[in-house]
């Protein structure tokens, strides 16, 4: 399973955003649906092997929602339809467990420190410019579960990087040059993609 971790530190934890503004209006969600476009689509369908965990942090209690690519179902390409499943997530009352929106998607109060939790037996990756070079990884470093950890256009708080070095993740780097987020989670399904492909 590859498990991508997107922090949104301005991101809406409120449905109350227009669909016509999604930048303007959500604290930047549409960072987050280009990142599970990235992550989930491909030519003709949708990863099934693949989870993405959306952190928002911008209002007063944080919030996760989970994206399921085995069960995930009405995921287009367009960053309009990803939204609009996002704001139905965001209208579910969110508790400390995870509540269903729509066929695998689901939402939860809480923020990294809960993702990681729940990912203590994956292979904890953190991507930073400054991190081992990726391609110097064997295939036991990236085999098995494993979660990326990336930020967004603000970066990660000293007091995240904490809470990331704390869960014993391993900082790796796609390249001296800064990327968005869904760029990453291209390069790095391609990545692990062409591993597999290897393996065979």
């Given at each position: 399973?590859?498990?991508?971790?997107?922090?949104?530190?301005?991101?809406?934890?409120?449905?109350?955003?227009?669909?016509?503004?999604?930048?303007?209006?959500?604290?930047?969600?549409?960072?987050?649906?280009?990142?599970?476009?990235?992550?989930?689509?491909?030519?003709?369908?949708?990863?099934?092997?693949?989870?993405?965990?959306?952190?928002?942090?911008?209002?007063?209690?944080?919030?996760?929602?989970?994206?399921?690519?085995e069960t995930l179902r009405h995921l287009n390409p367009d960053e309009r339809t990803t939204a609009a499943l996002l704001k139905k997530a965001l209208a579910v009352p969110a508790t400390p467990q995870w509540a269903l929106s729509t066929s695998g998607i689901f939402v939860r109060t809480g923020g990294l420190a809960e993702v990681l939790a729940d990912?203590?037996?994956?292979?904890?990756?953190?991507?930073?410019?400054?991190?081992?070079?990726?391609?110097?990884?064997?295939?036991?470093?990236?085999?098995?579960?494993?979660?990326?950890?990336?930020?967004?256009?603000?970066?990660?708080?000293?007091?995240e990087e904490a809470l990331i070095e704390q869960a014993g993740a391993r900082v790796v780097s796609l390249g001296s040059t800064s990327l968005h987020a869904d760029h990453c989670i291209v390069l790095l399904n391609w990545f692990l993609d062409t591993k597999v492909f290897m393996q065979g």
């Open positions: 399973m590859r498990n991508f971790i997107v922090v949104g530190h301005k991101a809406t934890t409120t449905p109350n955003f227009s669909l016509e503004d999604i930048p303007g209006t959500s604290g930047r969600l549409d960072i987050l649906c280009r990142a599970v476009t990235a992550a989930f689509v491909i030519s003709h369908g949708i990863r099934k092997d693949v989870c993405v965990f959306l952190v928002l942090l911008g209002g007063e209690v944080p919030k996760t929602i989970r994206l399921v690519g990912l203590l037996d994956a292979k904890l990756i953190y991507l930073r410019e400054d991190g081992a070079d990726i391609r110097g990884f064997d295939e036991s470093g990236l085999s098995g579960e494993a979660a990326f950890i990336l930020g967004d256009h603000t970066g990660m708080t000293p007091e």
